[in-house]
């Protein structure tokens, strides 16, 4: 009798467990759908938070994740889904990845990310992002198979921003790729390419004048050509 008792408050129990869980799942799926009619960002986050724990599903976690890397916060991006390269990772994983590790300085890491992007979808913004990087980390060679890539396809629709000015501002993609075509030129030998790397630099600033960043960069340059070499 004792054991038929104890089974049947088992039942019991589990019965109450799995109806109260329910309840929880109906309440915030509500509240989930309230919050993104509001526009109430922190409340969509809570919401598919709690959603996660009663339920848990990847498609919720890539949509949390995302939703934090949109807000800044990449560190509890990254901590909801990982920073592990995952070909089985949806196309939101992947760009939250790749976006948070580089605004989080990991470039190393981010760019196998953004390898996993372009592999997928390649556009000319892509491909800078990867030029762009790999010159980060001497990559030269890598980085001019994307600038050929970008210089290739660029478009003048295509433009990519710039925010070292105190107002952003954008040039069209083949200005930008061939900014970097300069760096990389003037990386590959700086006391012979000096010159190329200024004419590469030209080039950007005939497509875009107002190209804040390679002003600078050929001015830099220049300066640099006139400072005499020292003896030892």
């Given at each position: ?16 467990s ?36 009663l ?16 807000e ?27 976006v948070?590790?580089q ?13 996993e ?27 001019k ?50 010159d ?37």
């Open positions: 009798m004792r054991i038929i008792i104890g089974l049947l408050a088992l039942v019991f129990s589990l019965q109450l799995a109806q109260s869980n329910a309840q929880l799942l109906s309440h915030y799926e509500a509240y989930y759908s309230q919050m993104k009619s509001q526009g109430d960002v922190q409340g969509v986050i809570n919401a598919l938070t709690h959603l996660n724990i339920a848990p599903n990847q498609s919720r976690k890539d949509t949390l994740a995302l939703l934090y890397m949109n800044g916060r990449h560190i509890q991006a990254l901590n909801t889904i990982g920073i592990e390269k995952n070909t089985n990772d949806s196309d939101v994983a992947v760009e939250v990845k790749a948070s590790l605004a989080l300085n990991q470039t190393k890491l981010a760019v196998g990310q953004f390898e992007m372009f592999k997928r979808g390649p556009n000319v913004l892509i491909a800078y992002e990867l030029a762009d990087m790999k010159t980060q980390l001497n990559d030269l060679e890598g980085a198979k994307h600038i050929e890539y970008g210089i290739t396809n660029a478009t003048d629709e295509v433009q990519r921003t710039y925010y070292e000015s105190q107002v952003p501002y954008q040039v069209s993609s083949k200005a930008a790729f061939l900014y970097l075509k300069g760096l990389v030129t003037f990386r590959e030998d700086p006391k012979a390419n000096i190329a790397a200024i004419a590469v630099l030209d080039e950007a600033l005939a497509v875009a004048p107002e190209f804040n960043l390679a002003k600078i960069s050929k001015d830099a340059l220049l300066a640099q050509k006139k400072t005499p070499v020292k003896n030892d």
